[in-house]
């Protein structure tokens, strides 16, 4: 309202310029709520007093505190995370990886045991294998495909099990529910690596105790965005979300609210995506010009007929092939117009990397070999662009 000259100045107007600056706008009167969730990227919240402080960490009241131990955009992305997976609660963390180290120093003390499925992401080996190692932390691995090899490698000290739904780069679909049944007998935490099968199967209702996905990819789908997901029990959900505070893992607010716009179109990027792979993954098993196509909706795949009963809508959204060696792949990479070597997976758009140079890197020879990584493999990232524009792009980048 704009002052008159003659009546006193209410009290509001004698603040300082600096002091009307400083202080925070509060939230405007409204009688109706946003229909799309609002971004609150405050990172602290104020209390009414000490009552109040000592009932929000009691939990004997809901509320905010401090945005690395909650905020409202990662509840409502980890309730949908949560509801998605079957799950009691939902945790959003800064990465995939913070999520995956969550989980671990939630899981594991001194002296402790994990199973690794062959194939893992890279920096998930070496978190285990170099990080955790470092705190005296011993790793076995196994081939997710047989259970029977999870078996073989478990000790009385094996606290969690992880494998990724999908392998990277050469798509070998986890036997979930078997290694679930050894998990089990084993009293070990079976942690699912998701990040490649979102809505293609659901790994607790398999029999998983927790699943973890890099929501950078398909869930986000975008590229514009790093942030991780983990749905479980509530119990360890809570601890682990106590872990994620303390080590600083934790997500932040925008790029929360991005990934829960990104999951609005999660189902039908995924089932768009999934059909054009099968689409160029048939082209590409037979053409002459490509050694080997590796993707689970090929027959020929190792694990097709388990791929074909357990996965719903879709074989998934990546395709790797074998271009023979190293510079057959660079030739390709480089001959490409429309398809960028962008390291990532899962975007709008096709991408391709190449794992030997990138996720890959910096594993030996030996692991390469057991894993069946060759130089010349290129992982192609299927988006949603028409089929045909994809195929004239990769038909003509093929190298004789
Ligand atoms: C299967 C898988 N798990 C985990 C991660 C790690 O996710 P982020 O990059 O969000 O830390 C990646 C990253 O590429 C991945 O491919």
Request: hydrophobic share 45%; proline share 7%; with cysteine.
């Amino acid at each position: 309202m704009p002052h008159s000259g003659n009546t006193p100045r209410p009290e509001r107007d004698h603040l300082d310029p600096s002091t009307l600056c400083a202080r925070p706008a509060g939230l405007p009167p409204s009688a109706t709520q946003p229909l799309v969730p609002p971004l609150q990227l405050s990172s602290v919240y104020s209390v009414a007093g000490l009552e109040q402080i000592d009932a929000l960490y009691e939990r004997r009241e809901q509320g905010f505190i401090y945005a690395r131990d909650g905020h409202p955009n990662a509840s409502q992305l980890a309730a949908k995370i949560a509801a998605l997976e079957g799950a009691e609660a939902g945790l959003v963390c800064a990465s995939g990886m913070a999520a995956e180290a969550a989980l671990f120093l939630t899981l594991l003390g001194q002296g402790a045991h994990v199973a690794l499925s062959e194939g893992l992401y890279g920096k998930t080996v070496a978190l285990v294998g170099r990080e955790l190692a470092r705190f005296g932390i011993s790793h076995s691995l196994f081939d997710a495909a047989r259970p029977e090899s999870l078996r073989a490698v478990v000790t009385p000290a094996t606290r969690v099990v992880f494998a990724e739904t999908l392998s990277n780069p050469l798509l070998r679909l986890a036997d979930i529910a078997g290694l679930a049944e050894v998990s089990r007998v084993a009293s070990a935490t079976l942690v699912i690596d998701h990040t490649f099968a979102p809505l293609l199967c659901f790994p607790l209702a398999l029999g998983a105790d927790v699943v973890a996905h890099s929501a950078t990819k398909l869930i986000g789908g975008h590229s514009d965005l790093t942030l991780g997901l983990a749905a479980g029990p509530s119990e360890l959900i809570a601890r682990t979300a106590a872990t994620a505070s303390t080590f600083g893992l934790s997500g932040n607010p925008f790029e929360s609210w991005l990934a829960l716009r990104g999951m609005a179109t999660l189902s039908l990027r995924s089932s768009r995506a999934c059909a054009t792979a099968l689409k160029l993954a048939e082209r590409l098993a037979g053409d002459r010009r490509v050694r080997t196509a590796h993707y689970p909706g090929l027959v020929a795949h190792p694990d097709h007929v388990r791929a074909a009963h357990w996965l719903k809508g879709g074989f998934g959204t990546i395709v790797t092939i074998d271009l023979e060696d190293r510079q057959r792949a660079d030739l390709f990479i480089r001959a490409l117009q429309h398809i960028p070597f962008a390291p990532s997976l899962a975007d709008v758009a096709t991408t391709l990397s190449h794992p030997a140079s990138t996720s890959h890197r910096n594993q030996s020879p030996e692991q390469w070999a057991r894993q069946g990584i060759t130089p010349g493999l290129v992982r192609l990232s299927v988006g949603l662009e028409d089929p045909d524009d994809l195929w004239a792009d990769i038909d003509q980048a093929l190298p004789p």
